[in-house]
């Protein structure tokens, strides 16, 4: 769905560990996954799945031991891992925003810019809708239609392009290093929103959404 207006700037949200703290569940459900197969899994790792599709998450997981699992047994254990965190975000309503996203979303709409969704998630539009903030979106970009995920540009550049904003009047805001990595590759200004040692790249990094001010980044 895209709403069309005309936008002079846009604000392309990452949703996991950014809108909320569902980057936890994720996590949860692939150390899950790592322990029935008996595969190591660290909070290194964690750091470098955030972000990652569910395909190229699983890659990472299994590492050097991914070529002893055929393409069927690969879907299976994905399929699993999605079991496992559809089932942990069951529960999900507007109080699992995290502190500062409802505010931060509101600021966005109130400054009459444009507002799209980038989410590696296939679960996206489900989280949005129990969050309540689904209708505050002018695009929610489907991961399923760009052609390479993060750490590529390719998913801001579809929301930049849905919204008929140039990139380099976009405004990026993630949690994962591969995110930052994929806004930068937009040529989009980015925010991240966690450790500034792990998100390196980012032209500004945040705690969280509380301190965010969308009119001080424009370009
Ligand atoms: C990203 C998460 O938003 O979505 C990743 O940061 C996750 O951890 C990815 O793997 C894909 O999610 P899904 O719901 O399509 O498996
Ligand atoms: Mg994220």
Redesign the pocket.
Known sequence: MTRSRHFSHAFIF????VLTD??RQ??AA?GALARMLQLPFDAAMEEQ??????M??LEHVLGPAAGRFSAERKQAL?EH??AA?VDAIAGLTPADLLPGALAALQAVRAGGWGLALA??????PTVLARLGVAPLFDHVVD?ASVAHGKPAPDIFLAAAQALNVAPAHCVGIED?AAGIQAIRGAGMFAVGIGSPQVLRGADLVLPDLLGLQPGLYLR
């Open positions: 990452d949703l996991d560990g569902t980057a994720h996590l692939w799945l955030r972000g990652l599709s569910r190229d998450s994905a891992k999605n965190y989410s590696a998630s296939r679960n996206a991961p994962a």
